[in-house]
């Protein structure tokens, strides 16, 4: 079946402007993640979604990130006034429950570049 | 703070060879340990590991968990210049956290 699709698979945009990244997971996963990662990197988690909920937002680096999920199932990390810093890919992941379960499957992620 | 180490943050070894990776953690209410392989973009699942002792196989990998020590390993037996890749290793608590991941070169 379909896996975890990520749009757009590259984006470079100019400093200041603002980015969407959309997240589709897998059909009937409950739960969704972002996760950046910077050049030579370790994953960075960002947020996590049970259903359109976000219990864990303590990843978001700053005010200027935010993320939503509508009808359980698509997702949009929005970043507002990007700055240089901001490049990294991002990525996201599902899972069919939560994080107890925690068997993540990973999308191809969305390299961004901020000039 | 929750914390996951991995070690050696990177390694190369000679086709043929067998390798061990590392993963201490210190998390609150430890749920569950996991194993990721990172080629290019995305990680893909290797292993979940949540009770001690207990080693998990899958081919020429294997993984064991000691909940007492507070860590994994992973090894990689007759290792192949296809198992280059950078191995993650996530801890699941009250927050999932990784560590920044072994880099494995396996020379032919």
């Known amino acids: 079946g379909a896996g975890v699709s990520q749009s757009p698979s590259n984006k470079v945009t100019e400093k200041g402007k603002d980015v969407e990244l959309r997240c589709d997971p897998i059909?009937?996963?409950?739960?969704l993640y972002w996760y950046r990662q910077s050049l030579g990197q370790g994953l960075e988690f960002l947020i996590y979604?049970?259903?359109?909920?976000?219990?864990?937002k303590s990843g978001l680096p700053s005010d200027r990130f935010s993320a939503e999920r509508t009808g359980g199932s698509v997702s949009t990390l929005t970043i507002q006034r990007t700055q240089q810093e901001d490049s990294a890919v991002y990525l996201c992941?599902?899972?069919?429950?939560?994080?107890?379960?925690?068997?993540?499957?990973f999308g191809p992620g969305t390299r961004l570049t901020v000039t | 703070e929750d914390k996951v180490v991995q070690s050696p943050l990177s390694l190369v070894v000679h086709e043929g060879d067998t390798v061990t990776l590392n993963c201490s953690y210190e998390?609150?209410?430890?749920?569950?340990l996991l194993w990721y392989k990172q080629e290019k973009k995305a990680p893909t699942f290797l292993f979940m590991l949540?009770?001690?002792?207990i080693e998990k196989k899958s081919g020429r990998l294997s993984s064991i968990l000691d909940k007492k020590e507070l860590f994994s390993i992973l090894n990689i037996t007759a290792t192949q210049t296809g198992d280059s890749a950078v191995y993650l290793c996530?801890?699941?608590?009250?927050?999932?956290?990784f560590g920044a991941g072994t880099i494995l070169r396996v020379k032919s």
């Open positions: 059909s009937g996963h409950t739960a």
């Open positions: 998390v609150t209410n430890f749920r569950s």
């Open positions: 996530a801890v699941v608590g009250n927050k999932l956290v």
């Open positions: 949540t009770s001690s002792g």
């Open positions: 992941a599902s899972s069919p429950l939560g994080l107890e379960t925690s068997e993540q499957y």
């Open positions: 979604f049970q259903g359109n909920s976000a219990p864990d």
